[in-house]
């Protein structure tokens, strides 16, 4: 209850600062992610109210409680770099020694004369080694204290020796190592197992590899206010419940206001359209149909609550309540060919997928409103990653005009305008032949009820993966998930309720 009260109370402060501001829109901050040229901002921001010098004491106090709270007392060595994030070490290792823990510390580089981190080293007065390699082999905790937001190339081969060789490492705000924006390794990156980072997470504690090196991952308020977050331009968030809101049933709709849903059905691979059918259904759209390409009869004897369409494609879209097509699940390239320019022509929202991936032609994509490829299909397309497949799908976003949905361990929902939501609600068992489909489906019943492009992509990946966390210890197939959607949908409107 008091929970409850405390997180209302939040979000209408935070809903104050959205109004009338044109960066952060009705979105819920707590899942803004900073890259660390954007934190740089905030710690600027926040210095002119608050010390950095404080900043860093209280993260250190921070990351000082989290090991309190999980470790017993026992012998520990924080390596500090020359900068705050070493700062934030150096605070570390006092209060541990306070806390009558046997702490050494390790230098690693020299702050520089005069910095805050420099204040810091001087306010450590406990034992300061310099064998590193014999100390960080004994230590029971090995506290990566070494580069966080400020990392800027490669590690040092000589650091990742020495980090290799820890046993257990807790790291200060990112294992040292892990670009916060990317994800990616630069050079070599410990697998912690805590990291506590402060105000807010950066996209490379969600994003894969990052995430994987994270271990228990904790954000720690440091008294910086939650309107610095307001002077940035902010483009990434994770997505949960609170970044999106799904449409409520009203005692007044209809079914095509409920939203209709059309998928294009192949005419050899009839499983992929009557999954995002059956998704659909799940999901509560307002009425689904399936226009056949051949094989009629399979499709009609599907489902009493599916509609076969009779008529051609070019009749059936002069239909202007059927806004809302699939296209792709289940479809050659040919049936592809033959239908996808039909919709976009007829200014239909098309959801593209699967079959509609199969060559390396972008243009056939424009005009769509989701792409939703897996990797291997987004490769296939927009040709190999050459930075990090957040920029990639950016630029495909960009190129295609559409929401791209990549989809993986952590999917990445990317609109045209630069917005990214990294999703990390889905286990690995969601990789099953058919899942995609359902989701497709449920895409199209959240863009079909009027949610916007990009809101419906998010909702549905979170949806998903809730889908697939309610099969509890079993192996989802994909009409399992579509079974649990109805549930799903609930699960995404309780913590929703909370969160606003
Ligand atoms: N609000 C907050 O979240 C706060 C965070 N704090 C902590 O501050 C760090 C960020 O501090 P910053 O000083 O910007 O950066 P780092 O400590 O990560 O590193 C900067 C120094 O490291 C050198 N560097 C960078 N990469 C390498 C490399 N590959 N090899 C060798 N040296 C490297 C860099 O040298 P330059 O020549 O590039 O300048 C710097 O000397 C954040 O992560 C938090 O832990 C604050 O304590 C308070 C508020
Ligand atoms: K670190």
């Known amino acids: 209850m008091c929970r409850v009260l405390f997180l209302f109370l939040q979000c209408s402060i935070n809903f104050m600062f959205y109004k009338g501001h044109n960066i952060v829109k009705n979105q819920n901050t707590d899942l803004v992610l900073l890259t660390p040229l954007q934190m740089q901002i905030v710690d600027k921001a926040a210095a002119k109210t608050i010390p950095v010098k404080q900043l860093m004491e209280n993260a250190g106090w921070a990351v000082t409680q989290e090991i309190l709270k999980r470790y017993k007392p026992c012998s520990v060595l924080i390596l500090c770099g020359p900068g705050n994030n070493g700062g934030d070490g150096y605070v570390v290792a006092r209060l541990l020694a306070k806390a009558g823990?046997?702490?050494c510390v390790g230098a690693i580089g020299k702050p520089k004369a005069g910095s805050d981190a420099e204040y810091?080293?001087?306010?450590?007065?406990?034992?300061t080694v310099e064998n590193l390699e014999a100390y960080v082999e004994k230590a029971s905790l090995v506290v990566d204290a070494i580069f966080g937001a400020g990392l800027t190339s490669n590690l040092d081969c000589r650091i990742a020796d020495l980090l290799r060789k820890a046993k257990r490492v807790i790291a200060v705000d990112i294992p040292s190592g892990i670009d916060g924006e990317t994800g990616q390794i630069k050079g070599y990156a410990p697998y912690a197992e805590l990291t506590v980072s402060f105000f807010r997470a950066k996209p490379g504690h969600y994003l894969l590899p990052g995430r994987e090196h994270m271990g228990v991952l904790v954000i720690k308020d440091i008294s910086i206010l939650t309107n610095t977050i307001f002077t940035i331009d902010i483009k990434y968030w994770l997505n949960e419940p609170g970044l999106w809101e799904i449409p409520r049933a009203e005692i007044e709709d209809y079914k095509y206001r409920r939203g209709a849903v059309s998928i294009i059905g192949g005419s050899q691979m009839t499983g992929a359209a009557r999954l995002s059918a059956h998704a659909a259904l799940n999901m509560?759209?307002?009425?689904?149909?399936?226009?056949?390409?051949?094989?009629?009869?399979?499709?009609?004897?599907?489902s009493a609550c599916l509609i076969v369409d009779n008529d051609p494609l070019e009749d059936v879209i002069q239909d202007k309540r059927r806004k809302v097509w699939v296209c792709g699940p289940g479809l050659s390239i040919k049936e592809v060919r033959r239908t996808l320019p039909i919709l976009i022509a007829a200014g239909k929202k098309v959801i593209a997928d699967a079959g509609v991936f199969q060559t390396d032609q972008i243009d056939m994509l424009k005009g769509?409103?989701?792409?939703?490829?897996?990797?291997?299909?987004?490769?296939?397309?927009?040709?190999?990653?050459?930075?990090?497949?957040?920029?990639?799908?950016?630029?495909?976003?960009v190129k295609t005009g559409a929401v791209v949905v990549l989809k993986g361990a952590d999917t990445l929902i990317v609109a045209p305008d630069g917005r990214v939501a990294i999703n990390q609600h889905a286990s690995a068992r969601l990789a099953?032949?058919?899942?995609?489909?359902?989701?497709?489906?449920i895409i199209a019943t959240l863009l079909a009820s009027g949610m916007p492009e990009w809101e419906s992509a998010c909702a549905a990946v979170w949806m998903h993966g809730e889908a697939g966390y309610l099969c509890d210890h079993s192996w989802p197939n994909a009409e399992m998930l579509a079974n649990n959607l109805g549930?799903?949908?609930?699960?995404?409107?309780?913590?929703?309720?909370i969160d606003n």
């Open 101 to 103: 823990w046997p702490v």
């Open 120 to 127: 810091a080293a001087r306010q450590w007065c406990g034992k």
């Open 284 to 302: 509560g759209a307002g009425l689904v149909h399936i226009l056949p390409l051949g094989n009629n009869e399979i499709y009609s004897n599907f």
């Open 368 to 397: 769509t409103s989701i792409i939703t490829p897996h990797m291997g299909e987004f490769k296939r397309v927009f040709g190999e990653i050459i930075e990090d497949k957040v920029s990639a799908a950016r630029q495909a976003a």
């Open 432 to 441: 099953t032949a058919g899942s995609g489909d359902t989701l497709t489906g």
């Open 487 to 497: 549930k799903a949908r609930d699960n995404a409107k309780i913590i929703k309720k």
